[in-house]
Nanobody, 129 residues
Framework: QVQLVESGGGLVQAGGSLRLSCVVS????????IGWFRQAPGKEREGVAC????????YYSDSVKGRFTISRDVVKNVVYLEMSNLKPEDTAVYYC??????????????????????WGQGTQVTVSS
């Protein structure tokens, strides 16, 4: 059974940094990609960053490009989201997810994810001004 467990959220001041972790388990083979998504109160869930497992290619939303970095620790099977220069508008519940299906373009998946993909339970990030 596929499991994704996020951690590392918390309260931080604007301009600060946080590192989120996503522990991945239950895959018989390497997964296609891992993505980070977020949902702010009253807003739809949106893609933030994803990393393709086969070649390490990464994709970012315009709102976080240059501030967030997605990476993977192969040994620990953990995917990280390093967040810096945080802004109050980054406040949201952050989820990691992996797609059920193969995509030829994971940048497309980041924007058009499926609720039936595999999701973690989320971790809250709050940025105070």
């Amino acid at each position: 059974q596929v499991q994704l467990v996020e951690s590392g959220g918390g309260l931080v001041q604007a301009g600060g940094s946080l590192r989120l972790s996503c522990v991945v388990s239950g895959f018989a083979l390497d997964y296609f990609a891992i993505g980070w998504f977020r949902q702010a109160p009253g807003k739809e869930r949106e893609g933030v960053a994803c990393r393709v497992n086969s070649d390490g290619r990464t994709y970012y939303s315009d709102s976080v490009k240059g501030r967030f970095t997605i990476s993977r620790d192969v040994v620990k099977n953990v995917v990280y989201l390093e967040m810096s220069n945080l802004k109050p508008e980054d406040t949201a519940v952050y989820y990691c997810a992996t797609p059920r299906l193969f995509y030829s373009d994971y940048g497309y998946w980041l924007q058009h994810f499926d609720d039936r993909d595999y999701w973690g339970q989320g971790t809250q990030v709050t940025v105070s001004s």
